[in-house]
């Protein structure tokens, strides 16, 4: 599976921004698809995860009420609709795919990553 995710751009504090991460190759609705995200000196991090049929979701507790995860099969794309960002949001975003469970993603788990889209939030 190959991944392309877009997006990112820079935004004020409290604005939204949809990433989208198309897939192509081997069979996009096998996959468990998530997002992570990695800030300047730190860690790359969960974010949020989708199923393969787009029924269960999981959030990072810092994103809950606040992203959106969600997927077109038919399309081979997996969204993150961010709102009501703040700077500590700031960070290049990746979509990565795996067979593992949603509810188990990891960095270490994670079988395909695509390149990253920087979110930069202003305050």
């Known amino acids: 599976v190959q991944l392309q995710a877009s997006g990112g751009g820079l935004v004020q504090a409290g604005d939204s921004l949809r990433l989208s991460c198309v897939a192509s190759?081997?069979?996009?609705?096998?996959?468990?698809m998530g997002w992570f995200r990695q800030a300047p000196g730190k860690e790359r991090e969960f974010v949020a995860s989708?199923?393969?049929?787009?029924?269960?979701?999981y959030y990072a507790d810092s994103v809950k009420g606040r992203f959106t995860i969600s997927r077109d099969n038919a399309k081979n794309t997996v969204y993150l609709q961010m709102n009501s960002l703040k700077p500590e949001d700031t960070a290049v975003y990746y979509c990565?795919?795996?067979?593992?469970?949603?509810?188990?993603?990891?960095?270490?788990?994670?079988?395909?990553w695509g390149k990253g889209t920087q979110v930069t939030v202003s305050s």
């Open positions: 190759g081997r069979t996009f609705s096998m996959y468990n």
């Open positions: 989708i199923s393969w049929s787009g029924t269960v979701t």
């Open positions: 990565a795919a795996a067979r593992q469970g949603p509810g188990d993603f990891n960095y270490y788990g994670m079988e395909f």
